[in-house]
Nanobody, 136 residues
Framework: QVPVVESGGGLVQPGGSLRLSCEAS????????IGWFRQAPGKGREGVAC?????????????VKGRFTISRSHMRDTNAKNIVYLDMTDLKPEDTGRYYC????????????????????????WGQGIQVTVSS
């Protein structure tokens, strides 16, 4: 099992910033891709950003590019916890929604360093989500 827990959400004014954290524990490894998805009220869930093992694998969707950044901590630095951050700046009301973290399980022998925001199918473990509300 791989428990996935999001944190850092809340209410922020337009133009403000938030940092979301995703912590994947249990069997997770630092080469497993981790993605952030969000669901706005009345809409379907959409991919926002993802990251594989290396920073160069990061993908940020165009509709938040330049405002959102995804990064990953090395497990050796975080007491063996797999943590991915989503730094969100210049937040807009349309960024309001529930943000979900998802983890894709890879084989122990995998050398892949890619991730996807286009599809949810590769992701095996999901958090409960955390609310982000951008409002004045």
């Amino acid at each position: 099992q791989v428990p996935v827990v999001e944190s850092g959400g809340g209410l922020v004014q337009p133009g403000g910033s938030l940092r979301l954290s995703c912590e994947a524990s249990g069997e997770s490894k630092d080469n497993w891709p981790i993605g952030w998805f969000r669901q706005a009220p009345g809409k379907g869930r959409e991919g926002v950003a993802c990251i594989g093992k290396s920073p160069t694998s990061a993908v940020v969707e165009n509709f938040v590019k330049g405002r959102f950044t995804i990064s990953r901590s090395h497990m050796r630095d975080t007491n063996a916890k797999n943590i991915v951050y989503l730094d969100m700046t210049d937040l807009k009301p349309e960024d309001t929604g529930r943000y979900y973290c998802a983890v894709e399980r890879l084989s122990a022998y995998s050398v892949l360093d890619i991730c996807t925001t286009v599809s949810e199918r590769p992701y095996d473990y999901w958090g409960q989500g955390i609310q982000v509300t951008v409002s004045s």
